[in-house]
C-alpha cells in the first residue's frame, strides 16, 4: 500500500512538472512572439498589402513608358519620313 501511495505521489509530482513546463513554455513563446513584433515594427518593414500596391503602381507605370515611348518612335518615324519628302 505504500509502494501505491508513492508511485501516485510521483504520478502526481510528474503531470505538475509537465503542466509546470507547458506554462513556462506558453510564457515563452509569448514573450519571444512579443520580441519579434517589437523587432518587425521598429525594423519598418512594409505590410505585404503595401508591397503589392507599390508592385502594381510599377508595373503600370512600365506599361505606360512602354506607349510612350512607341508613341514616340512613330512620331519620329513619321517626322522623318515627312522631313525626307
Known sequence: MAQNRI???MARLFTDAAGMAQGV???AEGV??????????????V???EFEAVREMAVLAREENE??????A???A???ASSGD
Open 32 to 45: 519571444m512572439k512579443a520580441q519579434l513584433e517589437r523587432l518587425i515594427r521598429d525594423m519598418d518593414v
Open 67 to 72: 506607349r510612350l515611348a512607341a508613341r514616340i
Open 7 to 9: 508511485l501516485d505521489d
Open 25 to 27: 513554455r506558453r510564457e
Open 74 to 76: 512613330a512620331l519620329e
Open 78 to 80: 513619321r517626322m522623318g
Open 47 to 49: 505590410s505585404r498589402e
